[in-house]
């Protein structure tokens, strides 16, 4: 039996009917130690799917991963599209950023420790990286690490820690030496949500959600073994997480090689609130737009592909990610300008009647893509990378 008929038998008999459906807004799952599961099935999934490590297909088997090839993670994603299956386990930063530096930079220790619990679920992250005052100037950070025994004590704040109210973990950059250059004193270490001095402040956005945050570190205690990699040279690691995090950001905002269902969603919308006239979008200019958006993404689609085709050999990310960042960031901006088009007056809110179908609740997506721009490094840094970085051009 070759591996697509294997997995297809599997997934025919292990994937619940109720996962085979787009997934509501109010079954979305809380993972980690405030797991929650609104639909029993669920949890039924993530665990069938974390038993054969294919809530994280390609990484290693010894740490709970599928060890598949990336050919036979390709042939897996095919399947579970063909059914329409959710995600078992939600992106997250676990999956898309702790996960590979840990699997890159971390000790076998870490790993084991941390690896596992990431496939099923188990544990949820945040990023403690920007600080108020020091943005885009990321070296100039000021949380201080002091060694005291086999700890290091932390002072300082972190801003704009997504999710960090719902996090079990947090990796953080701490400056441990204020009197060597700023990029050549920090150091990655991670540290339980739950210390003792660690307090987090949600902040109200204009979307009206609070996914960020501010956290602040008062004498809290980190043994010295959970530093990553070597203590001042945090830098290091922290350059190539931001690699992982700005190749996920773009994949999550792009669409797939066909434009996929976000581009069939659009269609659909278009037909419905703006007309249509035997299956063409009654309007010429809305329906020119839809097109050019689902051959962006197609495009963006294809370089993504042939991106992932620098990790065939295990290497990870390198400064395409800031293209696919930075690119993915205009095609989510201009979905949801579309988006605003079509629903036009009818989706103007975002709770009471009529709200609830997600496809309506349009303005909250909208302004939190404003947001897109600044995330993950901004798009005036990622155009700075792609001119010196990937161009060549001169300072």
């Known amino acids: 039996m070759s591996f697509r008929e294997e997995t297809r038998a599997w997934l025919e008999e292990n994937c619940p009917a109720s996962m085979r459906t787009p997934m509501p807004a109010d ?3 809380a993972f980690g130690r405030r797991a929650t599961y609104k639909n029993p099935d669920t949890k ?27 050919e036979q993670a390709a042939v897996l994603q095919e399947e579970l599209d063909r059914i329409n299956a959710r995600l078992a386990l939600g992106g997250g930063m676990g999956t898309s950023m702790i996960g590979p530096a840990l699997l890159e930079f971390g000790s076998p220790e870490q790993c084991r420790e941390h690896i596992p619990r990431i496939v099923r679920g188990e544990i949820w992250w945040c990023q403690g990286y920007s600080e108020p005052g020091f943005g885009s ?3 100039g950070l000021q949380t201080r690490a002091v060694e005291d ?17 719902q996090a079990d973990w947090m990796f953080c950059l701490v400056r441990t030496d204020p009197d060597v250059p700023k990029h050549d004193g920090i150091t990655f270490i991670l540290f339980d949500m739950e210390s003792p001095g660690v307090t987090v402040s949600p902040i109200r956005l204009i979307s009206g959600a609070s996914p960020f945050c501010q956290t602040f570190m008062d004498d809290v205690r980190v043994p010295k073994r959970n530093v990553v990699s070597t203590p001042g040279k945090g830098w290091t690691v922290a350059k190539r997480l931001l690699q992982y995090e700005r190749t996920s950001i773009g994949g999550g905002m792009g669409g797939g090689l066909s434009g996929g269902s976000r581009a069939r969603s659009m269609q659909a919308l278009a037909k419905r609130y703006a007309g249509h006239v035997e299956g063409r979008i009654d309007d010429d200019g809305l329906r020119a737009r839809v097109i050019e958006h689902s051959m962006n993404d197609r495009a963006f689609g294809l370089s993504m592909r042939r991106g992932g085709e620098e990790s065939r ?3 990870a990310p390198t400064f395409t990610s800031s293209f696919f960042k930075y ?16 629903l036009g007056v009818q989706a103007l809110g975002w709770s009471g009647d009529g709200f609830a179908d997600r496809e309506l609740a349009t303005t909250r997506e909208w302004l939190r893509s404003r947001a897109n721009s600044i995330e993950g490094g901004t798009s005036e840094i ?3 990378i792609i001119a010196k970085r990937i161009l060549g051009l001169p300072d």
């Open 327 to 342: 690119y993915g960031t205009e095609q989510n901006k201009d979905r949801y300008e579309i988006l605003a088009s079509i």
């Open 27 to 29: 079954e979305l799952p």
């Open 44 to 70: 039924l999934w993530l665990d069938r799917m974390a038993d054969r490590g294919w809530t994280t297909p390609m990484w290693p088997a010894e740490y709970g991963g599928g060890g598949l090839s990336k």
């Open 313 to 315: 050999s295990g290497r």
């Open 137 to 139: 100037d990321l070296a």
């Open 149 to 165: 025994g086999d700890d290091y004590v932390i002072n300082g704040s972190k801003i704009w820690t997504s999710n960090a109210d």
């Open 382 to 384: 990622q155009l700075n």
